[in-house]
C-alpha cells in the first residue's frame, strides 16, 4: 500500500510542461543530452541514519547504470533522490545539464517504475497506462495514438480491457513499464522492478527492458541487489555500501578487478576466495598464506606486509601437486560445473570444476591458484598495484 501510495504520488505531480514540449517520437533515438551528474549527494534522515553520503556519479546520455549493493546500502535512496521523491540533505542532482534538485518530480521529465507495480486496481490496463497523460490533459487522439504505439511495442495490446487482478506478475510489469513509458520521458528510473517476479519471468523481463532501452537509447538508472541482473544488463555498475560508492566500472571490470575486500566477496556468487597472508620484503613476487610454508607466485612485485589474496572459484584447479591442502566439504551441483567446497588451513576456498569431476565429500584435495588471476589487497581492504 505504501508503494502504491508514493506511485500515485508521483504520478499526481506530472507536468503538463514536460509532454508538451517533447520534441521525439515514441521508438525514436533520443538525440538531446540527458546525462545525470549527482554531485556530493548526501541524505541523512530525521532519525540521524545517514543514507548516502557524499556520493559522486555522472550517468551518460543514453547509458544503461546499475546501482547494486546489499539491503540499507543506500542505492534506492540515491534512486528516490534523482526522482525527487527524497530531498537530499546536501549535494546536488543535475539532469541535462539542469540543477534539478529543488524541483518536484514532474519537473525533472522522468518515468520512474516501482518494484510492486503500484497500478490502480480499479482501472483498465488501458487507463492505468493513460493515467499520466489523462492527468495532464492530452488531447484524446493523441493519447490513443501512442497508447496504440506502446502497447504494440509491450506486446499487450490484447490486454488493454482488463483489470491487473486478471494479469500475471510478468504482464503487470510491462503495464509499469507502458505507464512510464507512455510519457516519452529524458530518463527512465527503475527500483527494483523485477524483484517480486519469479526466475523465468524475471530472465524474460531483464531481455525485454533491455533490448527496448538499447532501442530507444533513454538514459536508464536501474537499482537491484541481483548480481545476476546487474552482470546481464548493466553498461555500467555502480556498487555501494553502506550510503558510499565502493566501484563504478563495466561487469567486466568490478568482477575481474574489484577495487576492494567488499566488492571482491560481494560480486561473484560465490564471491571471491580471500586468504590472509603477507608479501615478504626479500620475496615481493610471492604471496605467503598463512599457516602454509609454501608461497605462491604473484603476477608481479608488490609492496612488503600484510595482504589478502583474492581468486576466483574458476581459478583454483584441484591438482596433486598443488601447496594447499584441504577437505571437501561441499559439493555443488550446478549443470555445467560444480563447486567444490573444500577446508584448509588457510580457511574455506571454493574451486570451480567439471561437472564429471571426480571429487566427493570427504575426499583429500590439494589446490593451486592461477597467478594471473589473483587479487592482492593491502591491511585496509584496498588493491595493490605491481610496482615497477
Known sequence: MVAQWAARRFLSHVDRHDWLHRDVAL?????????????????????????????????????????????????TTTLR????????????????????????????????VFQFYALYPHLSVRDNILFPLCAVG???????????????????AHLLDRKPRHLSGGDRQRVALGRAMIRKPAVYLMDEPLGTLDAGLRLEMREFIRSQQLDLRITTVYVTHDQEEAM??????????????RQVGTPSQVYVQPQDLFVANFVGSP?????????AEARREEFHPRNIASSLPCAGAYPPGPATLGIRPEHVT????????????????????????????????????PPDAHVRLGDEVRLTCDPESCRLFDSDGTAMSVQA
Not at 543530452?33 to 543514507?51: C, H, S, W, Y
Not at 487522439?141 to 511495442?153: D, F, Y
Not at 596433486?320 to 588457510?346: C, K, L, Q
Open 27 to 75: 521508438g525514436a533515438v533520443v538525440e538531446t543530452m540527458n546525462e545525470i551528474v549527482i554531485d556530493n549527494l548526501q541524505k541523512t534522515f530525521p532519525n540521524g541514519t545517514r543514507a548516502v553520503r557524499g556520493c559522486n556519479l555522472k550517468i551518460e546520455d543514453g547509458e544503461f547504470l546499475v546501482l547494486l549493493g546489499p539491503s540499507g546500502c543506500g542505492k
Open 81 to 112: 533522490m534523482i526522482a525527487g521523491l527524497e530531498q537530499p540533505t546536501g549535494g546536488r542532482v543535475l539532469i541535462g545539464g539542469r540543477d534539478v534538485t529543488a524541483k518536484r518530480p514532474g519537473e525533472r521529465d522522468i518515468g520512474f
Open 138 to 156: 492530452v488531447p484524446r487522439a493523441e493519447r490513443e495514438a501512442s497508447l496504440a504505439r506502446v502497447s504494440e511495442r509491450l506486446a499487450i
Open 232 to 245: 546481464s544488463m548493466a553498461d555500467r555498475i555502480v556498487v555501494m555500501n553502506e550510503g558510499r560508492i
Open 271 to 279: 564471491g571471491m576466495n580471500l586468504f590472509k597472508g603477507e608479501i
Open 318 to 353: 584441484v591438482n596433486p601437486d598443488g601447496i594447499i591442502a584441504g577437505t571437501v566439504i561441499m559439493n555443488e551441483y550446478m549443470g555445467s560445473a560444480r563447486f567444490v567446497h573444500i577446508d584448509t588451513v588457510t580457511g574455506r576456498l571454493v574451486a570451480r570444476v
